[in-house]
């Protein structure tokens, strides 16, 4: 046990002084020999392990992250498989099965836009290379499917730093492919088969370890009742690049639905009772779903309790959300700012706060309340998100009465 400690310790060593050399300019090529002579027999598991003990320890996760190029470069083709009597990955409608679906269909993507980049000089073809660009961006619907689905489960086991990690390069081809579109609407060519091979790798580079690194993880931890609600959810988020994705219905989930159809059939809940009025359950969630806007409420232990679910929502939200930390929530390059608004509504400091942003035709209006009850104790924090374009474009007026009626 002694030596096994002391190995894992020097483990974490090694990475802390590869990540630096990485930091003081050298390349992953430069690493990957040390890398690869420290780690290359251990599991995917346990380097995750180590990882997440550096980010622990303080070491930002943005540091970690100049890892993956790494694990890209020594791993490739050598990390063993996890076999299993019956992989789940082949049972179609498995989230597992469908991940490796759209991972099948970006690659094919990608190879289309590697086809026709050498001919991008050529105004005839830019416009077909445009379009295929543009979609590639349906790989943003993979993404939010992981950081929303997989992620939070990922989490209630304790696997906290590949998330952290992997949300980030997520992001960082978010932006890479968000530019190419933008030269490439610009008609700007000039460096762009660089970027765009650059983007590429990027993306092939993310498969790898989606499927050798996250996927292994989530199959050994996660129940088949947590697979079922991840399936359940993912036709809401959409895919990417594929179609007819079919229902997944355990044999073993029968018992299960049987007891959920039984709850069903149960008596509605009794009333609520609120200081202004009575609502029925399923008046109360009905009155929050149609409200034009998207709630979120986290409570005084910083944990999601609660979203509304609109019909219009703006950003994604998954059951699979409840419980978990409402920093695990956020792009590792944002995460800081809601922390410190956090910081502050405990503190007393700030009672609100407003951000808006433009996303497409949406102008989108993001608020935060800090809840306290009728003592001033800190209950929480309520986020209100809104679309207010349509209201930006009202003009006029409309009245509940028209003027020919207002006398009568």
């Keep these: 046990m002694t030596a096994e400690i002391n190995n894992r310790e020097y483990r974490q060593q090694v990475l802390a002084e590869l990540i630096k050399e990485l930091h003081d ?18 599991s995917a598991e346990e380097i995750a392990q180590a990882e997440q003990a550096l ?22 083709g050598s990390i063993a498989e996890i076999h299993r009597p019956s992989d789940p990955s082949h049972i179609p409608g498995h989230p597992a ?3 490796k679906a759209e991972n099948r269909a970006i690659e094919k993507q990608v190879e289309k836009i590697r086809g026709k980049l050498v001919l991008a000089a050529n105004p005839n073809e830019a416009q077909a290379l445009k379009d295929e660009v543009v979609r590639l961006g349906e790989i943003d619907r993979h993404y939010t499917k992981k950081e929303n689905l997989f992620f939070p489960y990922m989490e209630q086991y304790g696997i906290t730093a590949p998330p952290k990690v992997m ?31 650059t983007l590429l790798t990027k993306i092939t580079d993310m498969i790898f370890k989606e499927e050798n690194i996250m996927l292994p993880m989530l199959l050994e931890n996660l129940t088949q009742d947590e ?42 809940p009794g009333m609520i009772t609120l200081p202004t009025g009575m609502l029925k359950a399923e008046e109360l969630t009905r009155l ?3 409200l034009p806007i998207d709630i979120t409420f986290v409570d005084k232990d910083d944990t999601v309790k609660y979203f509304s679910q609109n ?24 995460v800081h700012i809601v922390e410190k608004l956090v910081e502050d509504f405990k503190a007393g400091r700030k009672d609100q706060e407003d951000f808006w942003i433009k996303m497409g035709d949406k102008y989108i209006l993001i608020r935060y309340f800090a809840l306290r009850s009728e003592a001033g104790e800190y209950l929480g924090v309520l986020e209100v998100t809104q679309n207010i374009r349509p209201i930006q474009d009202i003009q006029g007026e409309k009245r ?3 003027d020919e009626n207002q006398g009568k």
């Excluded at 980010?55 to 970690?64: K, M, N, R, T, W």
């Excluded at 609407?185 to 660089?194: A, H, K, T, V, W």
């Excluded at 697979?227 to 018992?255: F, H, M, N, R, T």
Aim: net charge negative.
């Design 25 to 42: 300019g050298k390349s992953a090529d430069e690493v990957k020999e040390k890398f690869a002579s420290v780690f290359g027999n251990v």
């Design 55 to 76: 980010i622990e320890g303080g070491l930002p996760v943005a540091e970690v992250q100049r890892l993956c190029d790494v694990h890209a470069a020594v791993f490739k």
């Design 97 to 99: 099965h469908t991940l």
């Design 167 to 197: 949300w980030g390069v997520d992001d960082e081809i978010r932006q890479e492919l968000k530019a190419v579109r933008a030269k490439l609407e610009n008609g700007d060519i000039e460096g762009l088969p660089q970027q765009l091979e």
């Design 227 to 268: 697979w079922k609600i991840i399936a359940d959810e993912s036709p809401e988020l959409g895919y990417c690049l594929i179609d007819d994705v079919p229902l997944w219905q355990p044999a073993s989930d029968k018992e299960a639905q049987a007891v959920r159809q039984e709850q069903q059939q149960s008596p509605a």
């Design 288 to 290: 929050l779903d149609t």
């Design 311 to 334: 019909a219009e929502r703006i950003f994604p939200r998954t059951k699979a959300i409840i419980g978990r930390k409402v920093s695990n929530c956020h792009p590792p390059a944002s």
């Design 400 to 402: 509940l009465v028209t």
